[in-house]
């Protein structure tokens, strides 16, 4: 047999985003994390704190909960992304037309190791990482050291990118 079909696909650092204005963000965001301990071939690696945001999108919508998780997968990234929009059904996600709107959950692949990915469903690194503060600071919390697949340190984004009302929540995630 080849050594090639010997070898288990190699796990890859993933960085998700996780947020949530509905249905008790808090709990989502919670939920979310205990479903994600249960990924097949994956294992959470760190959760950040939970965050408060303002929304980006309509202002008349509530604020956000926000957070960042680091799991380890062997998931491709498309079936990675399957099951994160799985959980996100399973917690009463309707998928609607209208952008940055309130959702009960939203689960982004932020990073996918060090791979960029364009494909109709999936791009990575997520087209807002840079510029999103709900997703920065969170994760600066777990990863202070990461630079990004363009070669730009994490670090040189947050001096660029104001908190805008960011504050961390006294809730945590258990995981």
Same mark, same amino acid.
């Given at each position: 047999? /080849?050594?090639?079909?010997?070898?288990?696909?190699?796990?890859?650092?993933?960085?998700?985003?996780?947020?949530?204005?509905?249905?008790? /963000?808090?709990?989502?965001?919670?939920?979310?994390?205990?479903?994600?301990?249960?990924? /097949?071939?994956? !294992?959470?690696?760190?959760? #950040?704190?939970?965050?408060? #945001? !303002?929304?980006?999108?309509?202002?008349?919508?509530?604020?956000?909960?926000?957070?960042?998780? !680091?799991?380890?997968?062997?998931?491709?990234?498309?079936?990675?992304?399957?099951?994160?929009?799985?959980?996100?059904?399973?917690?009463?996600?309707?998928?609607?037309?209208?952008?940055?709107?309130?959702?009960?959950?939203?689960?982004?692949?932020? +990073?996918?190791?060090?791979?960029?990915?364009? #494909?109709?469903?999936?791009?990575?690194?997520?087209?807002?990482?840079?510029?999103?503060?709900?997703?920065?600071?969170?994760?600066?919390?777990?990863?202070?050291? +990461?630079?990004?697949?363009?070669?730009?340190?994490?670090?040189? +984004?947050?001096? !660029?990118?104001?908190?805008?009302?960011?504050?961390?929540?006294?809730?945590?995630?258990?995981?």
């Amino acid at each position: 047999m /080849p050594e090639q079909q010997l070898k288990q696909p190699a796990e890859q650092d993933v960085f998700l985003g996780l947020g949530a204005n509905l249905a008790n /963000p808090v709990a989502q965001i919670q939920n979310a994390v205990a479903a994600l301990r249960q990924l /097949p071939q994956s !294992k959470l690696v760190a959760v #950040s704190s939970l965050y408060g #945001s !303002k929304p980006m999108g309509p202002q008349d919508q509530p604020d956000y909960v926000n957070a960042v998780a !680091k799991i380890s997968t062997g998931l491709t990234p498309l079936a990675l992304l399957d099951a994160l929009q799985q959980i996100e059904q399973q917690q009463g996600r309707q998928r609607k037309a209208e952008r940055w709107g309130p959702r009960s959950l939203d689960l982004d692949i932020l +990073l996918y190791a060090s791979h960029t990915i364009a #494909s109709e469903r999936l791009t990575v690194p997520h087209y807002g990482l840079a510029q999103r503060e709900f997703v920065l600071y969170p994760l600066a919390e777990i990863a202070p050291q +990461l630079t990004l697949p363009c070669g730009t340190p994490l670090q040189a +984004l947050l001096s !660029k990118v104001p908190l805008n009302g960011l504050q961390k929540l006294g809730e945590t995630c258990s995981w």
